[in-house]
């Protein structure tokens, strides 16, 4: 496909993820609220744990911990799972017939993940500061904060689509293949600062993608030393991601050979 | 007809065919209590203490509390997410109208469905914990699950009630998904599976009181903290559940004939 044609392909798909945005407005607006309770519980839950005189400080990490895995998990849950509407829908077939791109369509799927993400974020910081007060969100370096949000939103895409591909080759909707997701918020030092982990956790760790990008996140944002340093930590999160790219290109080619050899196949409801 | 023993027996088939045909599936599912608990002790005792936590919590075993309150929670989620989501998913596949059209009663099918395959998720998530419970507390708490188990299933009533009422709300408003499905995580946080209800604002804190679930996980504290819970303790709980039972239950089947008679007369979209 040339340049020319796939953009226009992506252009008609943007036109169509907006589309269904506003078409479904009062879904996109529930799924924002679904964002902030889950971020909401597991933020109480925390507090649980940490005596009341400790709140103030402990809320600032768990309130960027829950709010990037809020940006990696969204993008992530919703392409691993569309990939089951996708197919039920027909829409495998349609774009097959005309060559247009699979993974573009899927990973579109980001902006109103995005939207939700950014939705329950701010609701979830006014909950926070309800319930505990105090400057939550400090913002130390607020434009260097958004690029590094924006890096674990990338990831999480390439993640998500990595999970549609093992959906196609074992027939298993995604968010069901989705536990080392949720496994990393805490072995992955999302959640938890990369320093806080026991020793084998935290060397597991540094060979994930998001921790890193979490822990310039957390520096940016409320001035936590970076485990490896800055430069070290960008450095370990660009090898990273490439490494993660490189391994969803391969199970794609494999997910797409598979589906086209043998028929694409219904994928099991959760 | 179809017979309700019909509809019965068709959903516990199709439950054990979902599972036995897609064993990936099958093993996450058993796995997300643990998933839960692993997450809520890993991320809270970063920041504190399992003691700290007992303490706010007032239970005396916090880690058997911890799982018969994930598995609560997963069984909570299980529910409303199957009775709400049948609908739409008919909706979805385009056998909506079909089923619409049957002579048993759609309100008759949505219920006595959603409370087979609720029954079912409900027994398999507790089951799923029940291995992990014995080995950490002993053959005694295995029978406090028990417990925990069969006020599960009596919140499960009300829940279904609830989710009824999300269920209709999305195909009237010609919905892809479940528009009101923010009362899935609504309930957990108002359920304080994870946290005591008195850290939350006031307002919510109230709101708890007419959260079935909140009944369930007053249970499971019970549980985790009696060999033989109080008497009168388990009547409140009991009685509480058996309310919300019936005050859900009339508006969420209420509602449902009402989007039924709409749904025939302007068709499904």
Redesign the interface.
């Known amino acids: 496909m040339g340049l020319g044609r796939y953009l226009l392909t992506a252009r008609a798909m943007l036109w169509l993820h907006l589309k269904r945005a506003v078409r479904y407005k009062y879904g996109l607006i529930n799924w924002g609220i679904i964002e902030f309770l889950y971020m909401a519980i597991y933020m109480l839950g925390a507090l649980a744990f940490a005596p009341r005189s400790e709140w103030g400080s402990v809320s600032q990490y768990v309130f960027w911990g829950v709010l990037a895995w809020t940006l990696v998990s969204t993008p992530t849950w919703t392409i691993g799972n569309w990939v089951q509407f996708y197919i039920n829908m027909g829409l495998w077939e349609q774009h097959e017939t005309i060559g247009a791109s699979h993974s573009l369509f899927l990973s579109m799927r980001i902006i109103p993940a995005v939207i939700a993400g950014f939705i329950g974020s701010l609701s979830a910081y006014g909950f926070l500061y309800a319930t505990v007060g105090g400057n939550i969100a400090l913002g130390a370096n607020a434009l260097l904060t958004l690029v590094f949000l924006l890096w674990l939103v990338l990831q999480a895409t390439i993640y998500g689509l990595l999970l549609s591909y093992l959906s196609l080759l074992t027939s298993t909707p995604g968010p069901m293949l989705d536990v080392l997701n949720i496994l990393l918020f805490i072995i992955g030092g999302i959640g938890i600062p990369v320093a806080k982990l026991p020793e084998g956790m935290r060397l597991f760790a540094l060979f994930t993608p998001y921790s890193h990008a979490s822990e310039l996140v957390r520096w940016s944002a409320i001035g936590i030393k970076p485990y490896l340093g800055v430069m070290g930590e960008v450095a370990a999160g660009l090898l990273t991601t490439i490494g993660l790219g490189l391994t969803a290109w391969i199970v794609r080619i494999k997910a797409y050979g598979n589906a086209r050899r043998n028929g694409i196949k219904g994928i099991g409801r959760m | 007809m179809t017979s309700i023993r019909n509809i019965m027996s068709a959903e516990i088939r199709a439950q054990f065919y ?1 599972l036995k ?2 064993k ?2 099958m093993v ?2 058993l ?1 997300w209590p643990y ?1 839960m608990v ?3 002790i ?9 003691e ?2 007992k303490e ?2 007032g239970v005396a075993s916090p880690i058997l509390y911890l799982f018969a309150g994930s598995a609560v929670a997963t069984a909570s989620i299980s529910v409303i ?1 199957n009775a709400a989501g049948v609908a739409t ?1 008919h909706r ?2 385009g056998t909506l109208p079909y089923v619409l059209l049957v002579p048993r009663r759609f309100v008759t099918y949505l219920l006595v469905s959603s409370l087979v395959t609720s029954l079912v998720q409900v027994t398999f998530n507790l089951a799923s914990i029940a291995p992990a419970v014995v080995v950490l507390e002993g053959a005694s708490a295995g029978f406090q699950l028990l417990l925990v188990l069969g006020f599960m299933f009596i919140g499960t009533l009300p829940l279904l009630g609830i989710a009824l009422l999300g269920g209709i709300a999305s195909l009237l ?1 010609s ?8 009362l ?3 309930i ?2 108002l359920s304080g ?4 209800v008195k ?3 006031w307002i919510l804190e109230q709101a708890s009181y007419y959260i079935p679930t909140k009944y369930v996980v007053d249970a499971a504290k019970l549980a985790a903290t009696y060999t033989y819970p109080p008497g009168s303790t388990v009547i409140i709980i009991l009685y509480a559940l058996v309310l919300l039972a019936v005050l859900y239950n009339v508006i969420g089947v209420s509602s449902t004939i009402y989007a039924e008679r709409e749904l025939r007369r302007r068709g499904v979209r």
């Open positions: 979902w045909n897609n990936v599936m996450m599912t796995l998933l692993f997450i809520m890993s991320f809270g005792s970063a920041f504190g203490s399992l700290e936590f706010k919590m997410d998913w979805w596949l408003a919905e892809e998904s479940d528009i009101i499905n923010f899935n995580p609504l957990l946080l599976v994870f946290y005591p850290i939350l604002p």
